[in-house]
């Protein structure tokens, strides 16, 4: 079998070649297909940036507009997910719920991926998961599903179908709109993170890309990863809430002994400021000084950080916030439900999951994932009968 290299959490494995996004993590550059996520957030829109991680190339006029028809065309939901969905307990976790659904859309939608039905299976994914994510909401709450509209684009729909309500009538606000859509930007690729490593690993075996990113949502579940915004709010919120002390925090997030660690801080990449993070939190304060909003958490988040990159310990170990840090205040602001943050995250994500997917599958070096392992149990022993045990 040859000499087998131990990399825990893969830290120095490349897994694959690819083209999509380049990562510097020590100078904090980001970059879909080459253009600089700084631009991408200022000039682009979530449609066009899902269009070029898949495609490659910026869309011309005339690309955008099919991608639209396309969008609009496959943002229904097969009717019969509405009975799957009623029958999860109330308390379920959206990102358990979501995971599912996407799964079963493959029985729903029972396309084979093939050439001609490549673009209406990617539409198809990216319109139904806003769909359902909007949908879930207002199951979960009880309330009329509201169904997408062909006159409003990707985001407004979204925000329309998670806030419209025939009492209070939702005002698209354009200020939120772009704030979403920046969001959505942001997270919509990061090469070989641990999510799009399970997309990645998942349909190596040649599954279907439904099931794939169906594990890619579970991946990005936990609070290491996507559940990090959450895990964000849910600590700020007890600082502000519960009256925990900012300083205690920060002493046990350095204190070995004790689990805890300072959510939205540190990155396998960054050992630099995330560029996203820039972004993101000069978002925060724009958007919030937009719709004259004052919310204590970003003043204690602000806080956390000022404090945190002054000490030695986050100095040391080259711990800066993430995009997580401050993207759930911006979730807030727009009306986002805490438990739902997550679910944004894999929304956002959508694009790259895809076109790593396609990525993988058309790659003429293609392999089946199957990592090795260093055995470090027993060599060979006998049995032993039950009466001797
Ligand atoms: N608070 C306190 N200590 C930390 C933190 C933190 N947030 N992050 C890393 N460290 C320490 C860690 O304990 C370790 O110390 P030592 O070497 O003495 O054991 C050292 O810094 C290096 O950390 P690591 O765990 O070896 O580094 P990693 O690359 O495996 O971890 C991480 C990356 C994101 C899992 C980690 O920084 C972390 O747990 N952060 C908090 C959760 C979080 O914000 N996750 C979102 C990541 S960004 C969005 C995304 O991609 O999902």
């Known amino acids: 079998t040859g000499l087998i290299t131990l990399d825990p959490g893969f830290a120095n494995t490349g897994s694959c070649k690819s083209a999509i996004t380049f990562m510097d993590g020590e100078k904090g550059i980001l970059r879909y297909r080459g253009y600089p996520i700084e631009q991408l957030a200022e000039h682009s829109s979530f449609r066009e940036v899902a269009y070029l991680l898949i495609n490659g190339e910026l869309p011309s006029k005339k690309e955008i507009t099919r991608f639209s028809v396309l969008l609009n065309d496959h943002s229904l939901v097969h009717e019969d997910m509405r009975t799957f969905f009623a029958n999860f307990p109330r308390a379920s976790h959206p990102m358990g719920i979501l995971s599912s659904m996407v799964n079963a859309l493959k029985s729903f ?9 490549a673009n209406i299976t990617v ?7 806003r769909t359902l994510a909007a949908m879930s909401y207002k199951i979960s709450r009880g309330h009329t599903v509201v169904y997408p509209r062909q006159d409003l684009s990707y985001c407004e729909n979204f925000l329309n179908m998670m806030f419209h309500s025939p009492v209070r009538p939702y005002k698209i606000d354009p200020d939120i709109v772009q704030a979403l859509s920046v969001f959505l930007i942001l997270h919509a690729d990061h090469e070989q993170n641990c999510s799009t490593s399970a997309v990645r690993l998942v349909g ?11 594990a890619g949502i579970a991946a990005l579940w ?10 964000v709010i849910e600590m700020l919120e007890n600082i502000v809430e519960r009256g925990e002390s900012i300083s205690r ?23 630099t400021y995330d560029p996203r993070t820039k972004i993101i939190k000069s978002m925060c304060d724009t958007l919030l000084e937009k719709l004259h909003i004052h919310d204590p958490l970003l003043d204690i988040a602000k806080e956390l950080e000022e404090i945190a990159v002054n000490d030695d310990y986050f100095i040391e170990n080259k711990l800066y916030p993430n995009i997580d840090f401050y993207s759930g205040i911006v979730l807030r602001t727009i009306g986002i439900p805490t438990n739902m943050f997550t679910v944004m995250f894999a929304i956002g994500r959508l694009p790259g999951w895809i076109a790593q997917w ?3 599958m058309d790659d003429p070096e293609w392999k089946l994932n199957r990592p090795r392992q260093i055995y470090t149990g027993y060599q060979e022993r006998n049995y032993i009968p039950i009466e001797e045990r």
Not at 109 to 117: A, D, L, R, V
Not at 123 to 129: D, G
């Open 109 to 117: 939608y029972p396309y084979i991926e093939g050439e001609k039905e």
């Open 358 to 360: 396609k990525e993988s």
């Open 249 to 271: 925090i920060i002493e046990r997030a350095k204190d070995k002994k004790d689990p805890f660690r300072l959510m939205g801080f540190g990155h396998r990449v960054y050992k």
């Open 204 to 214: 190596s075996g040649k599954v279907n890309l439904y099931a794939s990113i169906s």
């Open 222 to 231: 936990g609070h290491l990863h996507g559940g990090a915004n959450q895990a």
């Open 123 to 129: 539409a198809r994914l990216i319109s139904k998961v």
